[in-house]
């Protein structure tokens, strides 16, 4: 029964989840050097790795959350932390995410598994690494764990497990959750790119009749998965989206040793994104709520040095669970 009780307790101030959420972006200044490798893709796309490698035989695929990429803060923090403990990663940046809009009308969502499936092969194509990890954070925690369920028996033997932080695996209840008053300013940070990418597909793909009054109207995340996800991705609705995108239900299918950690205090998440019964009947996938963290923050204190618990839980995990030696 892989339910883990937590031991993060952060100094008072930090106890806040919104504190917590915005402390990181806001005042924490880590960066990482990165050599950039630009890979085309079967659609005639292409996706940018920001690699970090120390010459191990570990490689951590890191995938960010929404409107993120390889420079935000939680991916550098993670980067430089993994590479001082003597393991390689590489920043999977999501279609249009890199600071170059991607080719095509379409872009990435939460449940584009297919991806992270081209991109773990051609890792595995093309370099010799002995274990690769999956770490993925909030949306990219979500594809994380879809990926993992989804594969299954078929997921390469390289791929030694994952992990995954602040993730809502139940799309439906989790924007319900967003739509709240509490959450008006996150909203109004993610549509201000949200809204300025889909015009600027509208505006290089003319076919694709975007109604612009609609866009500038919109408020909640459905409304932009009616105009744009819905279109094109192919989706029925958002509730088909919901359904089909959630990591969820893949979890009992998960077969390499996974953590989900999630705070109870994140203003982003439902209810129904903390699954202790999925992990309690699971022999590989285990769940860890801490009590406070907010999303993807878990800072503990104003000292930078020691605000490092969720990049040590990381690697505790990768050590003690997953097996891997690391320094």
């Not at 919109?218 to 958002?238: I, Q």
Request: aromatic residues 14%; charged residues 25%.
């Amino acid at each position: 029964m892989p339910v883990f009780e937590s031991n993060f307790l952060p100094t008072i101030p930090f106890r806040n989840g919104h504190f917590n959420t915005m402390y990181r972006p806001l005042f924490m200044k880590d960066k990482a050097v990165y050599q950039r490798k630009r890979i085309k893709t079967w659609d005639h796309d292409f996706f940018d790795l920001d690699f970090s490698c120390v010459g191990s035989e570990t490689l951590a695929l890191l995938i960010h959350g929404l409107e993120g990429s390889s420079e935000s803060r939680y991916m550098a923090s993670h980067t430089n932390y993994l590479n001082s403990k003597g393991i390689d990663t590489v920043c999977f940046n999501l279609r249009g995410c890199s600071g170059e809009d991607n080719l095509l009308l379409s872009t990435y969502h939460s449940g584009k598994t297919e991806d992270v499936d081209f991109v773990v092969k051609y890792l595995l194509k093309n370099y010799s690494y002995k274990n690769i990890i999956i770490v993925g954070f909030s949306l990219g925690g979500n594809l994380t764990l879809k990926y993992l369920g989804e594969q299954g028996e078929a997921l390469s033997p390289v791929v030694k497990g994952g992990i995954a932080s602040s993730v809502p695996i139940d799309i439906a209840s989790a924007e319900l959750e967003m739509d709240k008053l509490k959450n008006k300013l996150y909203m109004e940070m993610f549509f201000k790119t949200m809204k300025n990418k889909i015009l600027e597909k509208a505006h290089k793909f003319p076919e694709y009749q975007l109604d612009k009054d609609k866009l500038f109207k919109a408020t909640k995340f459905r409304h932009l998965e009616h105009l744009y996800s819905v279109p094109v991705f192919g989706f029925d609705s958002p509730e088909d989206y919901w359904e089909k995108a959630s990591s969820k239900p893949y979890l009992s299918k998960i077969i390499r040793p996974t953590l989900l950690i999630n705070a109870k205090d994140d203003t982003f998440l439902s209810r129904q994104c903390f699954p202790f019964e999925e992990a309690e009947n699971s022999e590989f996938f285990f769940f860890e709520e801490t009590k406070f963290g907010g999303h993807v923050g878990f800072m503990t204190s104003f000292k930078p040095q020691e605000n490092r618990w969720l990049e040590h839980r990381i690697t505790r995990f990768i050590k003690e669970n997953i097996g891997i030696d690391i320094a």
